[in-house]
Nanobody
Framework: QVQLVESGGGLVQPGGSLRLSCTAS????????MGWARQTPGKQRELVAI???????MYADSVKGRFTISRASAPNTVYLQMNSLKPDDTAVYYC???????????????????WGQGTQVTVSS
């Protein structure tokens, strides 16, 4: 059984920074791509950043220039550095893992693959 566990969420003031971490474990050889999505009440979950094992990264327009995704040397570990946070970034953030087949068939930014339980990020003064 695959498990993804996120950490690092919390409350931060506008303009501040947070770093999220995610580690995957279980019966997997290794995800081809790992990323982050977010969801607010009443809205669909959206991918905001993803990185492949080859180093290809993709970002949602809403976070470009402010968020940076990186994969650690440890297998199946991914980080999301979030800078210049805005109140609109408030959401539950979910870690995402995709196998090669899923990424090829549905696309890197598709809402598919494996998911963590989520961690709350609140940006407020």
């Amino acid at each position: 059984q695959v498990q993804l566990v996120e950490s690092g969420g919390g409350l931060v003031q506008p303009g501040g920074s947070l770093r999220l971490s995610c580690t995957a474990s279980g019966s997997i050889a290794g995800f081809y791509a790992m990323g982050w999505a977010r969801q607010t009440p009443g809205k669909q979950r959206e991918l905001v950043a993803i990185e492949t094992t080859g180093g290809t990264t993709m970002y949602a327009d809403s976070v470009k220039g402010r968020f940076t995704i990186s994969r650690a040397s440890a297998p199946n570990t991914v980080y999301l550095q979030m800078n210049s946070l805005k109140p609109d970034d408030t959401a539950v953030y979910y870690c995402n893992g995709k196998n090669f087949g899923t990424a090829q068939q549905l696309g890197l930014m598709a809402e598919s693959g494996y998911w963590g339980q989520g961690t709350q990020v609140t940006v407020s003064s």
